[in-house]
């Protein structure tokens, strides 16, 4: 790819609350990285524009980064939108651990990743943290969608090995079956055709601390500091769950992660809505993130987390669909329930409560945040060098149709007012163009665009 220029409006967040909406150019060099952004009535915004391969965007579109989902179940792709009505643990046993084992099947694998990936590109999901099954085969299956498509995947085989929640049919035979397991993902990830570059990543996953042996959490931490790989889980996700560690360890989830080594840089910590202040310092500490899934936890977790905390003490974090126990596959629309989630939090919901008792005041989060969140708060959280449309960061980017009720606000605010447009409008209908990594793909499904 030879080096290649984009210019017209662009949108980012380079911290917190804080966006930059201008015109401008960027300059993105033969790997996908920006190594040039020039403002309009610069001389260098003015040469840009005279290169021979420049992209001008539309007078009604808008560049915005790429989205980033850090928690989301691949194999659940088929059951999205069931059984949410039921509680965490019968939703796993009745419905989710059944469905998962069907990915014995390769070719059922193949044809559910082979939708789910191009469908998550349409919806600006540019990056994306994966659990898969305990399949080796199917889990990898998945990767090679991820390449074929495009899209930057983090990629994590299933761990998960007690007998006492785990079907006999679905479940790994001993915790060193399961490390070994994960081992030959890890080096069959790595040398895949294609992912020279590294676009796709495996992850070291244990599912969470009830499905998994003292053993199988053990191995995983040694195998994580041999290797150096990220690690994800589920964390304090529910009551019930939060309470199954706390029988057991007489401690948090995030406490015995830690004692298990598990709790490193970016480790990504699903849900996580009972930790706390203690726990938050320990993952600021460990430099792990958390991935916030504000719909599944409407469904399953029993409370709201208090993003607010993580943002003021600088605790890392995104969003994550959470696919199947979230029912949309949209980080915006995830973006718009997180903010409606922390206002519910500091409003308190019960009409029968006086409103000076009724809410948690002060745990509201704005637009600005929420769409920090969805882009460069992810990118942190994994560490890669994404969410920013900056020189040094890799170009995954969003082109959005401003049209009608999304049409770009005028003023002294617009900028903050364009971001609480898309936050509470934008979808699958407005994502018109998508990059990863300085390549266009193809949003229907069909594969990259030359």
């Keep these: 790819m030879s080096r290649a220029v984009i210019a017209g409006r662009m949108l980012d967040a380079p911290a917190p609350g804080k966006t930059d909406l201008e015109e401008a150019a960027l300059l993105i060099d033969q790997s996908g990285t920006i190594i040039e952004r020039a403002g309009r009535g610069t001389p260098q915004f003015d ?110 085989l299933v761990a998960m090995d007690n007998a006492a929640l785990c079907p006999e049919t679905y479940r790994h035979a001993s915790p060193e079956a399961a490390i070994d397991a994960t081992r030959r993902f890890i080096e069959a990830v790595r040398k895949l055709p294609g992912n020279e570059t590294g676009l796709v990543q495996p992850v070291i996953t244990p599912r969470f601390i009830p499905a998994c042996s003292d053993a199988l959490l053990r191995g995983l931490g040694e195998l994580a500091r041999e290797t150096g790989v990220r690690v994800q889980t589920h964390a304090s996700e529910s009551d019930w769950e939060h ?122 989060i704005d637009f600005a945040e929420a769409f920090w969140l969805a882009t460069r708060g992810g990118a942190e959280a994994l560490g890669v060098p994404t969410g920013l449309l900056r020189p040094g960061m890799k170009l995954d980017a969003l082109e959005l149709r401003m049209d009608i009720g999304m049409s770009f606000p005028e003023g002294p605010d617009c900028a903050a007012n364009a971001v609480q447009k898309i936050v509470c409008h934008a979808g699958l209908h407005s994502v018109t163009r998508v990059w990863v990594d300085g390549k266009i793909v193809d949003v229907h499904g069909r594969g990259k665009q030359p």
């Design 47 to 156: 040469m840009l524009l005279r290169s021979p391969d420049v992209r001008k965007l539309d007078a009604r579109s808008l560049l915005i980064p790429g989205l980033v989902d850090l928690h989301i179940h691949a194999p659940q792709w088929p059951q999205i939108g069931t059984a949410l009505d039921l509680p965490l643990e019968r939703w796993l046993g009745e419905y989710t651990f059944p469905l998962e084992a069907r990915y014995e099947d390769i070719a059922f694998a193949e044809a559910v990743y082979d939708d789910l990936v191009p469908a998550l590109l349409a919806q600006g999901t540019t990056t994306a943290l994966y659990f898969t099954t305990i399949h080796e085969d199917a889990s990898l299956a998945l990767a090679r969608s991820c390449l074929k498509y495009g899209q930057r995947g983090f990629v994590g």
């Design 243 to 364: 309470e199954c560690v706390r029988t057991r360890f007489g401690c948090t989830d995030v406490e015995a992660l830690d004692t298990f080594g598990l709790l490193r840089q970016h480790t990504v910590l699903a849900h996580a809505g009972f930790t706390n202040a203690d726990d938050r310092e320990r993952i600021r500490k460990r430099q792990s993130a958390i991935a916030h899934c504000p719909i599944s936890n409407a469904f399953f977790a029993g409370a709201v987390l208090p993003v607010r905390h993580l943002i003021d003490e600088g605790t890392a974090c995104g969003l994550g669909t959470d696919i199947s126990g979230g029912y949309s596959p949209s980080i915006f629309e995830n973006a718009r329930q997180a903010v409606i989630a922390a206002r519910m939090l500091t409003s308190g919901v019960n009409p029968d409560t006086a409103p000076g008792k009724r809410g948690s005041p002060g745990l509201e």
